[in-house]
């Protein structure tokens, strides 16, 4: 073996173990595309909150009085919205991965498959963890 023919192989090696190791630390781009769709989710859910939260009047029943509201990036269907009470409902949305979406959203943590945060009428921030809906929430 010449020595042309081995530092071209040993370049090639470096540049396919860098690869590996940026995928390895970033993930693959499928999987950097599927946590970006549900930082979208998670701030589709937030704008729905900041708009509930300035409204004067009480919760809505539902959410269809308040078109347009920001639908799921991947089906278009809208997120679930619960009320509980005058001032408690629930958003829920299906999530894709268990990502965290960075630590200034840490109160959005979600698992992957549907999740629901619970929220008071004028925070901005979810009460407490994410859960899994009921069955019939989650549709």
């Known amino acids: 073996m010449n020595v042309q023919r081995a530092i071209t192989i040993a370049t090639v090696a470096v540049v396919a173990g860098g690869v590996a190791a940026g995928f390895a630390a970033i993930g693959s781009p499928a999987r950097t595309r599927t946590v970006a769709l549900d930082r979208h989710r998670v701030d589709d859910l937030a704008a729905i909150v900041t708009?509930?939260?300035?409204?004067?009047?009480?919760?809505?029943?539902?959410?269809?009085?308040?078109?347009?509201?920001?639908?799921?990036?991947?089906?278009?269907?809208?997120?679930?919205?619960?009320?509980?009470?005058?001032?408690?409902?629930?958003l829920c949305a299906t999530f894709a991965t268990a990502e965290a979406p960075d630590a200034s959203l840490a109160s959005w943590h979600h698992p992957a498959g549907p999740a629901c945060f619970r929220f008071s009428q004028h925070d901005f921030a979810p009460d407490g963890a994410a859960f899994r809906p009921p069955a019939a929430a989650a549709r």
């Open 51 to 90: 708009r509930l939260r300035e409204r004067d009047a009480s919760l809505p029943a539902s959410l269809s009085d308040n078109p347009p509201l920001p639908r799921d990036p991947v089906t278009n269907k809208s997120y679930v919205y619960v009320k509980e009470s005058a001032t408690t409902y629930r």
